[in-house]
């Protein structure tokens, strides 16, 4: 085992350092992953005081992570501010995650480090196993908090808020402005000719949600309508329903409530279009979670003109609908007129060549 502190610049590093911690002792498969950013004051700290640890610990690998430029492995982690350590113990047996045993988040002193490491390299198998079984069960304790989440239960999260995502959900190819098949579009026309407002999704711009919709309600083929978040059928069933007299009644559709609920699609609009200049992004101007949305801020500070921010961290339906809303899968996301103007890396290109007051002002 290393006697320093790691970097470790992707997720299959750390997997092959955790793959030869496997082929030594338990105690090995123990690792301690600190996440942090350089333009952080408490980095440098942090660091010393894990180096050192490095040098007595020689049991536990100690790893330095850029929570930013390493996104992956910070996703994976759940990791949403920085600094934050990670104490793994060891994989699980049934999927060989790694195994959160503790985390430390934010202001974080040298002797709680300390304790923690200690409590890691005191921690026997048997903990290995009961955090495990924490993790399968989402019941974590004081001490153990949840691993990254399986792939087939984070798929069913975004399909339960996805169905969800409207009173009246169509899952069709396309949008109802551009049907790509014949089936879409009758689904499309009748909603529309009942007068029954719905939101969409285009199954054909997520894979894992086309395939991933048919196993979770049991229905094979689409377009498949959700009502309140339970599945009415396919297009036979829609005609079925709509030749037996309104869809509004026969699905017990409040008025009022369906002119109160906006879509996400409309919501998404009408956001990107609360001020002049908007900017998304992961916490507030007062206080950015990640070294990309703190640089976008400084710039638009700098520039003097006005603008209003969206914390993406506090809605998750936003975080993520957004991006493909304006087809741009990254944060922070800049909007002027309630148009999409970029990225970081665009608005520093417009800061360099000197069009960026005219693009913010325009």
Not at 252 to 267: G, Q
Request: with cysteine; glycine share 8%.
């Amino acid at each position: 085992m290393s006697n320093t502190l790691v970097e470790i610049d992707s997720a299959a590093a750390l997997e092959t350092l955790m793959g030869t911690n496997n082929k030594t002792s338990q105690n090995n498969n123990k690792a301690v992953l600190l996440f942090c950013a350089p333009w952080h004051e408490a980095t440098p700290m942090l660091q010393m005081v894990l180096k050192a640890l490095a040098q007595e610990k020689t049991q536990v690998l100690f790893a330095s992570i850029d929570a930013e430029n390493v996104s992956d492995l910070s996703d994976k982690f759940e990791v949403t501010m920085v600094p934050t350590l990670v104490l793994l113990n060891g994989t699980s047996n049934s999927n060989s995650d790694p195994v959160v045993l503790e985390r430390l988040e934010g202001g974080v002193e040298p002797s709680q480090i300390t304790l923690a490491v200690q409590r890691l390299i005191d921690a026997p198998e048997g903990v290995i196993a009961a955090a495990a079984d924490a993790n399968n069960n989402h019941n974590g304790t004081a001490t153990s908090t949840p691993g990254p989440k399986d792939p087939q239960q984070a798929l069913n999260e975004k399909l339960g808020r996805l169905i969800r995502g409207d009173t009246v959900m169509l899952f069709m190819k396309g949008t109802p402005t551009a049907p790509r098949c014949g089936f879409s579009r009758q689904a499309v026309e009748l909603l529309n000719e009942n007068g029954v407002p719905f939101g969409s999704f285009d199954i054909l711009s997520d894979e894992d949600v086309r395939q991933g919709l048919k196993t979770y309600s049991d229905w094979p083929t689409y377009p498949q309508i959700y009502v309140k978040g339970e599945l009415i059928g396919g297009l036979d069933i829609l005609k079925e329903t709509a030749a037996e007299g309104s869809l509004k009644e026969q699905w017990e559709i409040d008025e009022c409530a369906l002119s109160a609920k906006e879509s996400l699609e409309s919501r998404l609009g009408k956001l990107v279009k609360r001020n002049k200049v908007m900017l998304f992004m992961k916490g507030l101007p007062s206080a950015p979670r990640c070294g990309f949305s703190r640089q976008i801020v400084e710039i638009l500070d700098k520039s003097g003109v006005p603008y209003d921010a969206f914390n993406i961290l506090e809605d998750e339906e936003v975080r993520q609908g957004l991006k493909t809303f304006s087809d741009w899968p990254t944060y922070p996301q800049l909007y002027v007129n309630g148009e999409l103007v970029g990225g970081l890396d665009i608005v520093k290109e417009l800061q360099e060549s000197g069009d960026l007051e005219d693009t913010l002002k325009a």
